[in-house]
């Protein structure tokens, strides 16, 4: 490949990102948790519709490359770890932008005998943690959001508020026609044929998520069933079942995904194949069940929450920076992609 070889992070850039790090990593030792690694070739991705994983061969066999490393790092959390938390790559096919790598860093986290809420609180400490790395404030374009440690609360709404807030309309009856109005405003074209929880999904990344955690980085708590992952069920604000689920956004940008997981090993299998045949329907493979993980649970998966944090996206708001690739070293291309521009970091050195 020719053309610039230089790195895409400014030195400034990296050493911030190496003390976001030891910051992050400090912060778990502290807490007792156990620091663990876990294999980023794997026979399956996980299922989920709307992700899909970079495949490799592997001994002459196929395999992916990590979403993420939950099932894992649930094996070890049934086998009696306790409390753990993983750093390292995660991979996702078809992901490129300002905000998105093909390979980023993830932050995994289990807590042992915590439910989403207090999973919350922790993840709201470590913000703030790894915030004073900087000057305790995360920007990104012309937003910024105080995560200091004076700083008031973080924000904690309900999914069903954020998008009724925002669109006008319900997530969970949407007005169909006004949500394709709003898309048009926003310069998305919905494709023909579209479904309503088509539709609510590209509000959600247009319209929505854009307006959140402005002032103040904002949890998004209550999420519908249908969007519910591998998290437990359970009343929610109005009494309707929601998932125990949250997300966190500062400056628009989403920074994790967190649970109260799931430990009915029927009910995970049953979601497995309910993502499988969402696969299916959108002309995509089915991926493996990964039975490994299936008889885990079932052995007895202990009570716990989990999050998964974007580390380069955190690096990138306590830096400032305006994209992804300015909190990493390298953009990953292969030999046949053409080199991006490079784009300076404010106030760094190259």
Excluded at 36 to 62: F, K, M, N, Q
Excluded at 274 to 291: F, S
Aim: glycine share 8%; charged share 25%.
């Amino acid at each position: 490949m020719s053309g610039d070889w230089r790195p895409t992070g400014s030195r400034q850039a990296l050493r911030l990102r190496a003390q976001v790090v030891q910051t992050l990593r400090a912060f778990f030792e502290r807490r007792g948790s156990l620091e663990v690694e876990t294999p980023v070739i794997v026979p399956s991705p996980g299922v989920d519709a709307w992700l899909d994983a970079p495949s490799v061969t592997l001994d002459g066999h196929r395999a992916y490359l990590s979403t993420s490393p939950e099932y894992a790092m649930k094996r070890l959390l049934a086998s009696g770890s306790g409390s753990i938390h993983q750093l390292g790559p995660a991979f996702r096919a078809g992901e490129r932008g300002r905000l998105h790598e093909p390979q980023f860093t993830m932050l995994e986290w289990y807590e042992v005998d915590a439910t989403d809420v207090e999973c919350m609180d922790t993840t709201e400490a470590l913000v703030r943690a790894a915030a004073a790395v900087g000057d305790g404030r995360l920007r990104f374009e012309r937003e910024v959001c105080d995560a200091s440690a004076d700083a008031p609360p973080f924000r904690r709404v309900s999914f069903d508020e954020v998008f009724e807030d925002a669109t006008g309309t319900s997530a969970r009856d949407p007005d169909t026609t006004r949500l394709g109005r709003l898309l048009r405003v926003s310069g998305v074209r919905s494709p023909p044929e579209c479904t309503a929880e088509e539709l609510v999904d590209l509000a959600l990344g247009a319209v929505v998520q854009p307006e959140l955690g402005l002032d103040v980085p904002t949890f998004v708590t209550d999420w519908p069933t249908d969007r519910a992952g591998l998290a437990r069920i359970r009343p929610g604000k109005d009494g309707e079942p929601s998932a125990a689920r949250f997300e966190l956004y500062a400056c628009g940008v989403e920074l994790c995904n967190g649970y109260h997981e799931l430990a009915d090993p029927v009910e995970q299998r049953a979601r497995i194949d309910a993502e499988n045949d969402r696969r299916a329907a959108a002309g995509k493979d089915r991926y493996p069940v990964d039975e490994q993980f299936l008889a885990a649970l079932a052995s007895g998966l202990p009570d716990c929450a989990g999050n998964a944090l974007g580390v380069d996206r955190l690096v990138m708001l306590i830096g400032g920076l305006k994209t992804l690739l300015q909190a990493r070293s390298f953009a990953v291309r292969t030999a046949d992609d053409a080199v991006p521009a490079r784009i300076d970091n404010p106030g760094g050195s190259s």
